[in-house]
């Protein structure tokens, strides 16, 4: 018996995919087991539970698992890279049941500096399922912090973090702005104005249109139970009005993201906001990213179904 | 007996100042009774407390006092606004002891819209200790809601509000920028670091910079300890790449702080980075706000010291 098991391991939650041998998508299980959440145990632990019931296949996991407050700390490749270079940077570590976990390395963008880890498996899994966007293309990573990154020729070139999702969470809940004691209503319109104001702030940019949640709150021109759409809106718009100005972004760039359909769908509204059609984003690249990955680095032989039947 | 009570009073502390007839400030007193921080008995103690010993001087206070959440909320003063009509827009409470406590408004930009609550009177201070700034300056004033404001012609003709100071705070305490484990060095390099960062980041600004805090303290470019002062520059760098960018301030404006000289030496050394000298902070400029408006006003006359030793 062949196949992987996929482990998308970051800080707060882990996924397990297992695949079969020939590269179909099996089995998906998610636990609240990321890095920070170990069951008792810890990594071992945490590996047995998802697996549990699964044959012995090769493990190969991306994400924090390979920081420092990891299973193994993973140095960073450095840009540029591309997937057979990445596949033969893996590393490993030897789990208590005497087999090892391989790991990917992040990606270390020396010109920020900046780092990745995690997202840059997405990149290939975006890559693999998406081969036409490998020529050039930026790839827009939603989350807690954001990546923008520049691929040109099958390589990362070029990336960004952006802490937007983790601005508006502190922001939500520790600063006059999250102050407003009403519940939040789901407001198009509120999150569309946030857009354009920091779309429309020019070059001085959204941190100087913050206190506006507050203030239009003050004048009784934004609803208490709106102002978290608005804020979420000037954040994201933030994020194109940023790249746009920093080149990571022109509006004849091929632009495309990696993520969860409900987050992508506010990057989506941001962007028409700019003149910008998004496509739909690829989904599930993680798993399909840890795949290429594995088979890059000849964890795994691929059988057709055809050899399969030998 | 003449005189005033003056009264600086915030969310999170109060400060009073008894003036004699001719204008001096003969005693000041601080307290931590911010309107979030009453003590038992609420404003009325606080006053009580605060003053006591003093004799029964006509009351004026400026700040959160007069919010929605204070001792009673005074509507903001519409800009452009002076000296003359702000002391026209004077407001007054009851007081348990049977007088009055008057407050002074806010101002509101109905252009932002933005609003302020006690920089007012700090503004009109420092013009009443600086005449020659009435004609055209841009005042900073630094704070957890830092205020940059426009005056022509001894007139507030505008203004913006930045949330650095709590920006800073709540990043340091809640976010991953703040998770280094170590003591907060005093570190002055780092500080300048930050300012180039956020002046270096063009028209993107600095929010798209914020996660470098991270990235290089992983790189092992910036000291853990070093990183509170590198994100304080980076902020507060922020104020002036936007406000340069916004017109609020041009290389040509005349501009002035107003504050407490500790914080307004940052902006001075940030400042200096971006190519601006700027003069020493004026300090007190509520005290001395207060006593204009008061004057304004006509809540007290001011009697010379030839007068009164008729």
Known sequence: MSGLIALDWGTSSLRAFRFDDTGRLAETRA?????????????????????AGWPALPRLACGMVGSRNGW???AYLDLPADAAQLGKALGSV????????HLVPGLRDPHGPDVMRGEETQL??????RPELAAASTFILPG????????????????????????FAVLRQHSILGATGAEAADDAAAFA????????????GAFSRLFSTRALMLDGAL????????????????????????GLARRDTRLQLIGEAALCERYRRAAALFDIELPAPIEDAAAHGL????????????????????
């Open 31 to 51: 636990r609240p087991w990321g890095i920070r959440h170990l069951p008792e145990g810890g990594c071992d632990a945490a590996l047995a539970g998802i697996a």
């Open 72 to 74: 193994r700390e993973m």
């Open 94 to 101: 030897r789990a208590a049941d005497g087999m090892d976990v």
């Open 124 to 129: 290939f899994g975006a890559l693999a399922r």
């Open 144 to 167: 807690t912090h954001s990546k923008w990154a520049v691929v040109r020729d099958g390589a990362v070139r070029g990336f960004r973090t952006l802490m937007t999702g983790e601005l």
């Open 193 to 204: 104005r946030g857009v354009a104001a920091a779309r429309d702030s020019g070059g001085a």
């Open 223 to 246: 609803a208490p139970a709106s102002a978290p759409d608005y804020l979420s809106g000037l954040l994201i718009g933030e994020e194109f009005r940023a790249a746009l100005a920093d």
């Open 291 to 310: 795949w290429r990955l594995a088979t890059q680095a000849g964890l795994v032989s691929i059988h057709t179904r055809e050899s399969r039947a030998c």
